[in-house]
């Protein structure tokens, strides 16, 4: 059951004290905890119902490539209780299933506007509230906005010219159909090889008469072989939920994937090798636990990288074709690592091709396939994984002014800026759910967004305790925490790949890590310190002023 738009044709603004941009699992949180404080709150999305990414993300394959148990809310012991996950690593629609159960359990439906989109967010100097605007012609005035709209949520799109001449098919992975689409006996071309095309590729090729791969940049994928969860393990984790929960928000990256101390050379060759042979057979996240030093130390990274191009080769027959599937080039698990389900094996099929577009790259699309330098490919339809416009294209998606007029795309101009990625110095009252310059895809982001849920709940209760109608980060203080966000990327290999973490996808946009990689414990602190000092670090308009 989802919300439907209603006329609002010379509507005058709403008047309300929170609003939440975004359902998905931190809009979803943001919007229970702020009306559990008794704040009047809206919620906006632009989808037909809750669930954010797992919403529109539904293209064959689509599966989660953080543990269950991990990807799901810690505030609620009860949603812990009475919600059972049935695969380690769960699939798109039991990802959507448990969006649906949280917000029927919690009630959050009625506190949304579905199929509606934010065009506008403009501070009023004057009155002090937020003046957000709508498709639909709604308006908002809102003390405080809070954007939950996610690291990915603005869809690369079709990359080359000629869609419309194109007499087939064009799917986008980042928006796939609500309803079943076949691939029966055609010939699909599929663009992009990330951690969404390693997905699809084993799915498509069951069926399809053909298969054409068109790889741009190969990735680095790791065998998920994933696993049903067996009841008796599952009562083990609900027993023990509060102690995982600790472990996690204690833990550099929000979650309980296998961690190690241990740096790559600290054991002898053959030790390392047997670490490494035990990681691969098990499969999962593993493998990224086995060292401690991997994005540090590049002789170690090499050595890994290398090991696991060894495995394209024993697993993939053609050896032209192992060759052009290995990475090479950048430090692996620099880009987002990769979880697959036979990935690799999929290419052994007779009916499945590797495209190397280093080689022959994308011309156009024509009306029956995609020209190359090498020549025309014939298909019947044609897959887009191509991936996001990450971190900041959801925030610049429509136009947000701050105080004075200043504009968030003149902020940013050349790059991303905040303070803890939760707020902005010239934006009162602004809060980032999820903002680029926390740890965001570098940590579990629903540990992250609860994280940041509360603190953003804790500095509205303190306003509202003490009389104050704003607050705003010191420039002074935003400056520093991004000296610290740069200065430790600085100290990452994560930086030395020309990934979406970096804008490298994006043609134009300011490049740079701008994500914090210090780890999820030491950003927690950071966060928690911010507050327990008083928030020093911030500036505040009493009430009673103007």
């Not at 009475?82 to 629609?93: K, L, N, S, V, Y």
């Amino acid at each position: 059951m989802t919300a439907s738009k209603q006329p609002a044709a010379g509507q005058q603004p709403i008047r309300i004290d929170a609003l939440v941009i975004g359902a998905g699992f931190g809009g979803m949180y943001a919007v229970h905890k702020l009306s559990g404080m008794g704040l009047t709150v809206q919620g906006i999305e632009a989808g037909g119902d809750v669930g954010g990414v797992w919403y529109w993300n539904r293209y064959p394959g689509a599966r989660c490539d953080l543990m269950s148990l991990d990807y799901c809310y810690a505030f609620s012991p009860e949603l812990e209780q009475e919600w059972t996950w049935t695969e380690q690593f769960a699939a798109q629609p039991e990802i959507l299933a448990y969006a649906n159960f949280a917000a029927d359990r919690l009630d959050l439906r009625r506190r949304f506007l579905f199929e509606t989109r934010v065009t506008g967010a403009v501070y009023q100097d004057a009155t002090r509230v937020w003046r957000v605007t709508t498709d639909d012609g709604r308006v908002f005035e809102a003390t405080y906005c809070v954007m939950a709209s996610g690291p990915l949520s603005i869809p690369k799109g079709v990359p080359f010219d000629g869609a419309d001449d194109f007499k087939g098919e064009i799917l986008l992975a980042a928006k796939w159909p609500h309803e079943p689409v076949s691939f029966e006996g055609k010939r699909v071309g599929l663009v992009g090889t990330g951690s969404t095309g390693v997905q699809i590729v084993p799915e498509v090729a069951k069926t399809a008469g053909a298969l054409t791969v068109f790889q741009r940049t190969p990735s680095f994928t790791l065998p998920m072989r994933n696993v049903a969860l067996e009841p008796d393990y599952v009562a083990e984790i609900k027993r023990n939920y509060a102690g995982i929960r600790q472990a996690a928000r204690n833990s550099p990256l929000g979650g309980v994937r296998p961690q190690s101390t241990r740096p790559f050379f600290s054991v002898t060759p053959e030790q390392r090798r047997a670490l490494m042979e035990d990681a691969w057979a098990r499969g999962g996240l593993s493998f990224l636990g086995a060292f401690s030093d991997l994005l540090i130390n590049a002789e170690a990274n090499e050595q890994v990288a290398e090991f696991v191009r060894d495995k394209i080769s024993e697993v993939v027959a053609d050896p032209v074709a192992a060759e052009k599937l290995k990475p090479r080039g950048y430090p692996i698990f620099a880009r987002r690592p990769c979880l697959d389900t036979e990935y690799y094996e999929t290419f052994n099929l007779p009916h499945v091709a590797l495209h190397d577009c280093l080689e022959s790259p994308i011309v156009k699309i024509t009306e029956t396939g995609l020209l190359t330098t090498a020549g025309e490919v014939a298909l019947d339809m044609l897959i887009f994984a191509t991936g996001y416009d990450g971190l900041t294209g959801a925030l610049l998606n429509f136009d947000v002014s701050g105080r004075g007029g200043v504009e968030l795309r003149d902020k940013w101009h050349d790059g991303a800026r905040s303070h803890l990625g939760l707020m902005m110095s010239s934006f009162p009252n602004l809060f980032l759910v999820c903002g680029p310059n926390g740890p965001a895809a570098l940590a579990n982001i629903i540990t992250l967004d609860q994280q940041n849920v509360d603190w953003i709940a804790d500095a509205i209760a303190h306003m509202r305790q003490e009389g104050l109608s704003t607050m705003q980060p010191t420039d002074r203080a935003e400056q520093a925490w991004m000296d610290t966000v740069y200065g430790l990327a600085e100290l990452t290999l994560v930086s030395k790949a020309n990934t979406w973490y970096v804008g490298g996808n994006i043609r134009g946009k300011p490049r740079g890590l701008s994500m914090y990689t210090g780890g999820f414990q030491r950003y927690g602190e950071a966060c928690r310190l911010a507050a327990e000092g008083g928030y020093a670090d911030f500036v505040f308009e009493s009430a009673a002023e103007g």
